[in-house]
């Protein structure tokens, strides 16, 4: 089903699928970047999409990022993930940065140190009347606001079986070619 397309210490990683026709009538820049979300997806076939980013690593705008997005979202390849605050602060809870860094302040959800502390309303934002806070670093606040859109990948259970033996291979690969 997927072979990999090129690998190597710059450069991305994009997994083309073998499926016949699976490319038709799908603009080539729009098949690539689904290349790249089957390379970029976790166990789960989920991904976060930094559009930024992406634009920059393929020599192309945001918009054009959006609509390779919007054709797989219309072509049923992918759907966004819709986060609750509880799941959105619950993941930052989760990144285990708990007695790195070097302020005198401890961000309550990740647990690292900080000279700089933001109250965050939270578990209701102060929009909807919240009154309780908890007291967060820049970078949990900025991600719970503005963290990168997720996108699940909609496979078969053989294209998931398909796809993690395929990375698993990959893994052993770059594993043999790094220790000799």
């Given amino acids: 089903m997927h072979k990999l397309l090129e690998r190597n210490e710059d450069s991305l990683i994009i997994i083309v699928c073998g499926e016949k026709d699976f490319?038709?009538?799908?603009?080539?820049?729009a098949g690539l970047?689904?290349?790249l979300l089957l390379g970029l997806c976790n166990d789960s076939f989920q991904v976060s999409v930094d559009k930024a980013k992406i634009a920059k690593d393929f020599v192309a705008?945001?918009?054009s990022v959006s609509r390779w997005i919007s054709t797989l979202k219309h072509r049923k390849l992918i759907k966004?993930?819709?986060?609750?605050?509880?799941?959105?602060?619950?993941a930052l809870k989760k990144k285990g940065l708990s007695g790195l860094g070097l302020g005198g302040k401890v961000c309550q959800w990740c647990g690292i140190k900080t000279?700089?502390?933001?109250?965050?309303?939270y578990p209701v934002l102060k929009s909807r009347g919240?009154?309780?806070?908890?007291?967060?670093?820049p970078n949990c606040h900025s991600e719970f606001h503005c963290g990168l859109p997720i996108y699940?990948?909609?496979?078969?259970?053989?294209?998931?079986?398909?796809?993690?033996?395929?990375?698993?291979?990959?893994?052993?690969?770059?594993?043999?070619?790094?220790?000799?």
């Fill in 23 to 29: 490319y038709k009538g799908l603009n080539p820049n």
């Fill in 33 to 35: 970047f689904y290349g």
């Fill in 61 to 63: 705008s945001e918009v």
């Fill in 80 to 90: 966004e993930v819709k986060r609750t605050s509880e799941q959105i602060a619950e």
């Fill in 115 to 121: 000279a700089i502390l933001h109250k965050h309303h």
């Fill in 130 to 137: 919240g009154k309780e806070t908890v007291d967060i670093c």
């Fill in 152 to 180: 699940q990948l909609i496979l078969t259970e053989q294209q998931q079986d398909e796809l993690r033996l395929f990375k698993e291979e990959m893994q052993c690969q770059t594993q043999k070619n790094t220790t000799g």
